[in-house]
Each structure stands twice: as structure tokens, then as C-alpha cells.
């Protein structure tokens, strides 16, 4: 079983930056795929981006240019480095882990992200 947990959310002014990271512990199995999704208020959970252990990123377009996913295997760490905020981008983001063929998700609790205009 694998654990995630997120940090490095809070409020921050438009045009700023906020890095985000993910602790993962437990049965960590590769390949695997780790992303970023966000929930704003009434809205569904979107995905933001994800990475796979062979590097392979994706992005939902509103944030192409602006958010940088990484990931460190060696410490078991996913990161969103988050740049010219905009107050849409508000919303908890959630980290996530799944193993490459294997259905189940792994969730963390999610961390507040609060972009003021």
C-alpha cells in the first residue's frame, strides 16, 4: 500500500509562485505514473499534470508554460513547481499514484492552493 502526502500549498498574490510536493511511502512499484490533480470549489477534480517514471510529462493546457512537474525517485518525492498564479488556478490539488497496468489510485489528502487577484 502506498502513502502520499502532500505540502507547500497556501495563499499567495497573482503573478507569484508556490512549489507543491509529495511525500510517497509504502509498496512503490515502477513503472508507475504520478500526477497532480486540483478541485476548485463546485467544480470537478481536474487533472493538472502527470509524469512517468520514464519522464514522460503531461499538462492540461491552461497551465502549459507555467507549471513544471518533476519527480525524484531516488527519494520517492513528486513536485509542482507553480508560476504566474493566476486566482484559477485556486483549488486543492491532490497528488496521486498509480502503477502502470494496474487499476487502482493512490490519493494523498490534498493541499490548499489560494491565489488572491
Known amino acids: 500500500q502506498v502513502q502520499l502526502v502532500e505540502s507547500g500549498g497556501g495563499l499567495v498574490q497573482a503573478g507569484g509562485s508556490l512549489r507543491l510536493s509529495c511525500a510517497a511511502s509504502?509498496?512503490?512499484?515502477?513503472?508507475?505514473?504520478m500526477g497532480w490533480y486540483r478541485q476548485a470549489p463546485g467544480k470537478q477534480r481536474e487533472l493538472v499534470a502527470s509524469?512517468?517514471?520514464?519522464?514522460?510529462?503531461n499538462y492540461v493546457d491552461s497551465v502549459k508554460g507555467r507549471f513544471t512537474i518533476s519527480r525524484d525517485d531516488a527519494k520517492n518525492t513528486l513536485n509542482l513547481q507553480m508560476n504566474s498564479l493566476k486566482p484559477e488556478d485556486t483549488g486543492v490539488y491532490y497528488c496521486?499514484?498509480?502503477?502502470?497496468?494496474?487499476?487502482?489510485?493512490?490519493w494523498g489528502q490534498g493541499t490548499q492552493v489560494t491565489v488572491s487577484s
Open positions: 496521486n499514484y498509480r502503477r502502470i497496468g494496474i487499476t487502482a489510485i493512490t
Open positions: 509504502g509498496a512503490i512499484f515502477r513503472p508507475n505514473v
Open positions: 509524469i512517468t517514471t520514464g519522464g514522460y510529462t
